[in-house]
Each structure stands twice: as C-alpha cells, then as structure tokens.
C-alpha cells in the first residue's frame, strides 16, 4: 500500500523522502520533543515525556522561538546531531 506524506513547508517541487524503518524498542533511544510555542502544546509533550522515560527512551526538550517561522538552523542541527527520534507537537 503506497503511502503519501504531505509536507507543509511551500515546496515548489515535490521532495522524494524514503520513510525510515521504525524502530523495535524505545529502549536505548534519545526521543527530541520539539515544543513548536503554539498553546497547549508543552502539556501534549509533557505527558508523552513522561510515557517516553517509562518505555526506556531518553528525552530531550526543545522549543522554537515561534509558530510562525520555521525552527532556526542551529536548532535543527542541535536536534539532528543529539538525537535519535524526533516528536514535534502541534496542538493548539
């Protein structure tokens, strides 16, 4: 079943991305939250932090400065470079 993943940065051309095995266990992994400064969503994030740590994950916190803007370069790097896994909360 072929699956399309739609992305909402205003690409002009569509991006081939190839989707990434899940993994078998959060065991061992550094889960990223990014926190994207829209209401409400540090609590989605601080009950998914806490499911997270119970499944053996280690959990690192981010936020953007904005909603409006896309997360600045050197937090995208922070996160990429520290990271294993990335959740990223949009709930207002």
Do not use: N, W
Request: positive net charge; aromatic residues 4%.
């Amino acid at each position: 079943m072929s699956k399309l993943l739609l992305d909402p940065t205003s690409e002009r051309r569509v991006s081939e991305r190839t989707r990434l095995d899940r993994p078998t266990s959060l065991d061992g992994q550094v889960v990223g939250l990014l926190d994207i400064s829209k209401p409400r969503g540090d609590v989605f994030l601080d009950r998914l932090e806490a499911r997270l740590g119970e499944a053996g994950a280690t959990v690192r916190r981010y936020r953007k400065p904005t909603f409006t803007k896309p997360a600045p370069v050197d937090l995208r790097h922070e996160i990429a470079t520290s990271c294993t896994l990335v959740i990223e909360a949009l709930a207002d």
